[in-house]
């Protein structure tokens, strides 16, 4: 497929900032079966961004502003072409080996629910990779997904206890489980186009994991939709949590409060349709 | 819990007649001088250190009460041949954790080669995956090294624990030396002890050394703080004085442009090393604990585009790791290729089965400790358990081996100590400073010595009654008579 991508993040600041630093992670690079044709991000303010690769290969920019600060306008605009492998990623950068993916973070370590959840799934037979699709519809099965990110950032122990969250909550769940079960698992950070034109524009980015399969090498697992990506995602970054994948983080200096505005909108494009 | 048949590092071993003649003079010197006197030094001296404000946790422990670590007269001595080859282990030792640092940083060899097991470094909390890629001015890491040894007979000594964060105590050092030249100089006519006030000042040069725009004594360096409330904070403040660098914190500093700036009343100017006082977890919220107060936003990117140098580098907590300490042999071997010059604590690793079979055959003379446990739990000294106890511990160890190493009960050395009921030996530790820069390994004559100052203890944690001593170091020219 031949995806357009527009992400559009703005930030409003009740107070003017003496300062914002941003470090953003939202280029995504060319591999097996996803070639980025173009990629920019704009900024609508003087700005200076510096591009660098950081320890997980991701590519990340950053941002830094002198204020005063009263608002930031970011746009990623991009147009890729992506195959449908059934969820394996072969070529993508990362220059870690998978046994850096075995370790639990504060935000994924295991707890009592997690435990049972895995302890629900210990009868289900079969090789590791039937296993773990076995995990993922399980994940998948424990609430709806929401379309709108969680507005905090919640370990997995306090998403199970709730028992709701986004496409974020959703693949911690996952990666907790799959170290927990002893595969190597990571976050990653993307987009999903959908075909039903009134899910085109999103609030948020789609977050998912990948798990090292034996045999298999890295696999993409979506538990919010039950499936391993095809050619409908497109992956940008990846960490131990969302934390080391998160599209921006971000620190300011200067008083009062943030409104943050996000804007997604993934779409053929045009020239697929003239093919 | 000690045995009395330990070393004595000024009286020599036990029953001994000979004793250390080269030491006569400080015994004679113990004995002539009336203890009421030296109780009065002490006490001058401690009077002395809390008037300057030290009163810091030496370890990281969280010491909530304002107070000093007790200070005791009676200096340790070590002769220039012994230290002479302790240097030598030093610098083999913290050349060896530099090497190793930048190795799994880059190209992970030593992981590749199989001489430690790949997931205990890369699944280890304390390995810093979105540093991976780092290359640091001259590819040094841990800029500043405290080691901890033991000794246990006239030329056994042990390595501890190897503190490659940002260790503490130096400051101990030098204060604990000008207290003993003010209220003992009759000792500095007797013995010619090496001057360790250039401490300061070999800091600054390696400081210096690492600058990545080079400049050398122009270069500016600063020393990070987390505040005033921090424990350490004297300490942090006289560094920098001595130092004449800036004492800062965190809202001093901003990253522009991949650099980092210091601001001051002429405008911004661009700082080219950090001595950072601050963990890892807390330097950057961009990258590490979001929450963090103390950071600043982009240092990281700063380091990681080799326009700054942090000192020590973020990550290097992977090389003190007690996971990772039973390897040092190894690891030593592997990047120095000869053998480790200073030893390790014996140490079984009870997720080996014929390590697990002896440690469970001796529980009663070992130390079980839990390889990801800190502060004492998780910890079985086995010469002094109960039978529960042990019999708890051999259950656990079964269950769960891999979580385990186990050590001897080491006799620790003891020095002359100043007691209630006059002098008496007390076990004693040692932590000498390694300065790593561009120009090599510099080790000031001298460190910090903890001792026990409760009877038969071998705990020398200011928490439990650990107490410090000045640590002379000879010249190794004639003695005088």
């Known amino acids: ?69 009263e608002r930031i306008g970011l746009r990623v605009t991009g147009e890729v072409l992506t195959e449908d492998r059934a969820g394996a990623v072969s070529g993508a950068i990362d220059p870690l080996p998978p046994a850096v993916y075995r370790r639990a973070t ?63 909550d959703m693949a911690h769940v996952l990666i907790a489980a799959a170290r927990a079960d002893g595969f190597p698992a990571r976050f990653v950070t993307g987009y999903i186009y959908r075909e039903d034109p009134d899910c085109g524009h999103r609030e948020a980015p789609h977050f998912w994991a990948e798990i090292d399969v034996p045999e298999y090498g890295w696999i993409g697992f979506d538990p919010a939709n039950d499936m391993c990506p095809n050619d409908h995602y497109v992956r940008v970054a990846q960490g131990l949590d969302f934390r080391d994948a998160a599209p921006i983080s971000g620190a300011r200096v200067g008083g009062g409060h943030e409104v943050l505005a996000i804007g997604v909108d993934v779409s053929l494009s045009q020239e697929q349709y003239q093919a | 819990m000690a045995g009395a048949d330990a070393f004595d590092e000024i009286r020599g071993k036990p029953g001994d007649p000979v004793g250390r003649p080269e030491f006569a003079q400080l015994l004679d010197w113990m004995e002539t001088t009336p203890p009421a006197e030296l109780d009065r ?37 070590f002769t220039a041949r012994e230290w002479a080859s302790l240097s030598e282990g030093l610098v083999q030792r913290v050349e060896a954790i530099n090497a190793f640092l930048a190795d799994i940083y880059g190209p992970r060899r030593i992981l590749a080669d199989g001489v ?109 703080t987390p505040g005033h409330f921090n424990s350490a904070f004297y300490e942090h403040s006289f560094l920098a004085d001595s130092m004449g660098i800036e004492l800062v914190e965190a809202a001093d500093l901003e990253v522009d442009d991949d650099k980092v700036w210091m601001r001051t009343i002429e405008g911004r100017v661009q700082v080219d090393v950090i001595y950072r006082r601050i963990d890892d977890d807390y330097l950057d919220p961009l990258v590490f604990r979001p929450d963090s107060l103390l ?31 039973s390897y040092m042999p190894e690891i030593v071997k592997y990047y120095s290729g000869g053998d480790a010059k200073l030893p390790n604590v014996e140490t079984y690793r009870c997720r080996e089965p014929q390590a697990l079979r002896y440690t469970l055959d001796n529980l009663d003379k070992l130390v079980v400790k839990l390889v990801d446990g ?42 002359p100590t100043l007691t209630e009921k006059g002098i008496a030996p007390r076990h004693v530790d040692f932590r000498p400073f390694v300065l790593s820069g561009g120009k090599g390994v510099t080790i ?28 002379l170091i000879l010249t190794g020219q004639e003695e005088r008579a």
Request: charged residues 20%.
């Open chain 2, 444 to 471: 000031t004559p001298g460190g910090l010595t903890r001792v026990a100052l409760r009877e038969g203890s071998l705990v020398v944690n200011s928490s439990q009654g650990g107490g410090t001593k000045d640590s």
């Open chain 2, 116 to 224: 430690l097991p790949e997931e205990l470094v890369l699944a280890n909390p304390q390995f810093r995956p979105v540093l991976a890629g780092a290359k640091p001015p001259h590819g040094v890491f841990a800029h500043i090294c405290g080691i901890d040894l033991v000794r246990t007979g006239p030329d056994e000594f042990w390595v501890l624990e190897d503190n490659a964060r940002t260790p503490s105590g130096v400051s101990y050092m030098l204060e604990n030396r000008e207290a003993m030249l003010r209220l003992c100089p009759e000792l500095f006519e007797q013995f010619d002890v090496a001057p360790i006030d250039s401490y300061p000042d070999a800091l600054l040069e390696t400081l210096q050394s690492v600058s990545p725009r080079g400049r050398g004594a122009d270069a500016t360096c600063v020393l990070l």
């Open chain 2, 374 to 415: 800190s502060g004492g739990y998780g910890m079985l000294v086995g010469p002094t358990a109960t039978r529960a106890q042990i019999e708890e511990f051999r259950a656990a160890l079964i269950a769960e081996p891999h979580r385990y190493i186990a050590q001897p009960t080491l006799a620790l050395s003891t020095v």
């Open chain 2, 295 to 325: 950071g600043v936003p982009g240092i990281v990117a700063a380091y990681m585009a080799g326009n700054v140098a942090l000192v020590n580098a973020p990550g290097t907590g992977i090389a003190d790791d007690k996971a990772i300490y």
């Open chain 1, 106 to 168: 504060e935000l994924t370590g295991p707890c009592e629910a997690l435990l049972d959840l895995l302890r629900d799934h210990e009868g289900a037979k079969g090789d590791a990779l039937s296993r773990i699709h076995g995990l993922n519809s399980a994940v998948c099965r424990l609430f709806p997904c929401k379309e709108h990110r969680s507005t905090d950032v919640r370990s997995v122990g306090e998403v199970l206890e709730a028992r709701s969250g986004c496409s974020m």
């Open chain 2, 41 to 77: 030094r002490q006490k001058a001296a401690e009077a002395a250190f809390r008037q300057l404000g030290i009163t810091f946790a030496v370890y990281g422990e969280e010491e909530s009460a304002e107070r000093i670590i007790p200070f005791d007269i009676v200096p340790r001595i």
């Open chain 1, 1 to 69: 497929m031949r995806l357009l991508i527009q992400h559009e993040t703005e930030y409003h600041y009740t107070e003017p900032q003496a300062r914002v630093v941003q470090l953003l992670r939202m280029t995504p690079s060319s591999h097996i079966g996803q070639n980025i044709v173009d990629w920019r991000i704009d900024v609508d303010c003087d700005a200076r961004l510096k591009q660098s690769t950081d320890g997980f290969g991701n590519i990340v920019s950053m941002l830094y502003l002198a204020g005063p600060v």
